[in-house]
Each structure stands twice: as structure tokens, then as C-alpha cells.
């Protein structure tokens, strides 16, 4: 799922996070195909081919979430999401790294408060600043 797409121990810049994030996203429609997954997420004809494509087209990590559920054994859509937030939440507790400090250390252009409601799922979160988030508190870690 998305909190364990790195190796453990292996640490990605926000970039390489985020694509590894797609290539997951991208093997669940190459296995499944556009049409279940538009029909089963409500995404999009365009954002799904984008993804069956290669692209990263804007997804917010619960839609994201709402793909990887599908795959056979998966967790429901809310649970993947929610792991993924849990993920980061317990990060930051190891690694003692607080909002405000992943504010000013990322590129996000998002104030501490900001910070918290994406990381609680109160603030939509696209994958390109949930990667941001989760690599900023892996490397600390």
C-alpha cells in the first residue's frame, strides 16, 4: 500500500516517492483495465488512462487509495488511506518532528496548521504532497 512502498530502510526524495506511488496506481489498472476501475472509483475516463499511460496525473490520496483497494485482498479504500496517514503520524513521533518544522522544510506552501489537517485527513492531500510529507518524515526517522 502506500506507507510501504519504499523498502525499509530506503530513503526517496519526494519525486522518486511519488512515482513509486504511480507505478503502483499504474499496475492496478494495467491488471484490472480502465473501464473496472472507472466504474469501480468514480475517477475519470482521462485520469485513469493517464494512469494506466505512465502519467501522474493530480490525484488526492484518497482517490489513490480508492484504486489500490481494488487489487484482491486489498483493505477498503479508507483503511489504505488512513494507514498511509498513520504511517506519517508515527514518523513523526520517532523522528520527534513537528508540523510547523515540515512546513518550513517543504516546498508545500502550507502553513503548520495545514500540515496537520493533511496529515489527519482533514485537509485533501494530493499524492504529490502526501509524498512530500511522508519523504520529509522518512529521512528523519
Known amino acids: 500500500m502506500l506507507h510501504d512502498v519504499a523498502e525499509a530502510g530506503e530513503e526517496l526524495s519526494p519525486s522518486a516517492l511519488r512515482a513509486t506511488y504511480f507505478a503502483e496506481l499504474a499496475a492496478v489498472v494495467a491488471e484490472l483495465g480502465v473501464d473496472t476501475v472507472v466504474g469501480a472509483t468514480g475517477l475519470d475516463r482521462d485520469t485513469v488512462a493517464a ?59 502550507l502553513d503548520g496548521k495545514e500540515i496537520q489537517q493533511l496529515i489527519e485527513g482533514r485537509l485533501p492531500a494530493t499524492l504529490a504532497q502526501f509524498a512530500a510529507v511522508q519523504a520529509y518524515v522518512d529521512a528523519r526517522r
Open 51 to 109: 494512469l494506466a499511460d505512465g502519467d501522474e496525473p493530480e490525484l488526492t490520496l484518497e482517490e489513490a487509495a480508492a484504486v489500490l483497494a481494488l487489487e484482491d485482498g486489498a483493505p477498503d479504500a479508507e483503511s489504505i488511506a488512513w494507514e498511509a496517514r498513520d504511517h506519517v503520524l508515527m514518523g513523526m513521533s520517532a523522528a520527534v518532528v513537528d508540523v510547523d518544522t515540515i512546513a518550513r522544510e517543504t516546498d508545500l506552501d
